[in-house]
């Protein structure tokens, strides 16, 4: 059925370690989102991109880093530069086609530091 | 660069009472607007969306929005809360000129049974 699949669901980074977040979508969307929820503050915008090969920073994107090569896949590296990475991260997409560009969203990953 | 305010961070309601979240934006042109609610452990869903049209939107689970051009407002109502709307409530916003949404900060919301 059809989706966006974040991967893992919970994650734990050690001092100093890179880890990589994965999104894949299966609903043919051009653009694909990555957004950091933290308690109170909403959802803050990391990275997105609207098209394969093609990415551009959001609000908060110092500390992160994605790659788009492929259509389905959107893959989030946080870095050890990101010096709190504590937070609930979540994967969206959107269809460029209708005009609307209307977001859905993956189930989520949570990561916390060791 | 466009902002969301949400007042209203923690709301706590008996069933059956009358819910309004509050939501303004700043931005002068034309914009979309759109409700996303959250219940405990799911996704993130969409509840209602306006983008043109009559300013009064309708969405799923009985809830309603109406986009108050002067006041930049699009406030989240329903006349008579379920324990079940129990949920954190984001209100966003697009601008025309990208396809980048702008969040508030979120309202959760407690209905007790």
């Known amino acids: 059925d059809g989706g966006i699949t974040q991967s893992p669901k919970y994650l734990f980074r050690k001092e100093g370690q890179n880890v990589t977040l994965s999104c894949e979508q299966n609903l043919n969307h051009d653009a694909m989102y990555w957004y950091r929820q933290d308690p109170g503050q909403g959802l803050r915008l990391i990275y997105y991109s609207q098209i394969v090969n093609d990415f551009q920073k959001g609000d908060i994107a110092e500390g992160y880093s994605v790659s788009r090569e492929k259509k389905e896949s959107f893959p989030l590296t946080v870095t050890s530069a990101q010096k709190n990475p504590t937070a609930f991260y979540l994967c969206?997409?959107?269809?460029?086609?209708?005009?609307?560009?209307?977001?859905?969203f993956g189930a989520g990953t949570r990561l916390s530091v060791l | 660069a466009q902002s969301v305010s949400q007042h209203n961070h923690h709301v706590i309601l008996s069933e059956a009472a009358s819910l309004e979240l509050g939501c303004n934006y700043s931005?002068?042109?034309?914009?979309?607007l759109f409700w996303y609610v959250q219940y405990p452990g799911q996704h993130l869903q969409l509840l209602l969306k306006y983008f043109s049209g009559d300013p009064l939107v309708k969405g799923i689970k009985g809830f309603e929005a109406e986009f108050i051009k002067s006041k930049f407002s699009f406030n989240l109502r329903k006349p008579s809360v379920q324990w079940s709307d129990t949920a954190e409530y984001f209100c966003?916003?697009?601008?025309?000129?990208?396809?980048?949404?702008?969040f508030g900060g979120g309202t959760r919301l407690m209905v007790k049974p």
């Open positions: 931005y002068g042109g034309t914009v979309n």
């Open positions: 969206a997409s959107s269809s460029q086609r209708t005009g609307k560009n209307i977001q859905y």
């Open positions: 966003a916003v697009k601008n025309n000129a990208g396809n980048m949404l702008t």
